[in-house]
């Protein structure tokens, strides 16, 4: 949950209360992070999952018009090239030991 925090604009009390919330109302449950005995991760249940299906295309079309939309072709090209960097950045480093 602190790695889920620190990637959202929310402290990791807040995260808690929202996945305690959410948990709920039936959309994803905790799994117990096995090579972290004191860790969680936030997995969709099915009802979260056609959750997110359903609100997809809403979701996306904001993120069109206030991302997508707002930049020209060349900024977004200098985006997709960073993003592309990062990714094979992430994929060279080594394996996590389990």
Do not use: C, H
Request: charged fraction near 30%.
């Amino acid at each position: 949950m602190a790695e889920l925090a620190d990637g959202l604009t929310l402290s990791r009390g807040g995260v808690t209360k929202l996945v305690d919330r959410l948990e709920s109302a039936g959309l994803l449950r905790r799994q117990r992070a096995e090579d972290d005995g004191r860790g969680f991760y936030a997995a969709l249940t099915d009802a979260g999952e056609e959750m997110l299906r359903r609100m997809w295309p809403v979701y996306a079309r904001i993120l069109r018009e206030t991302f997508v939309d707002t930049l020209s072709n060349e900024e977004a090209a200098v985006i997709a090239a960073g993003l592309t960097r990062a990714k094979d950045a992430a994929a060279a480093l080594p394996a996590k030991p389990t």
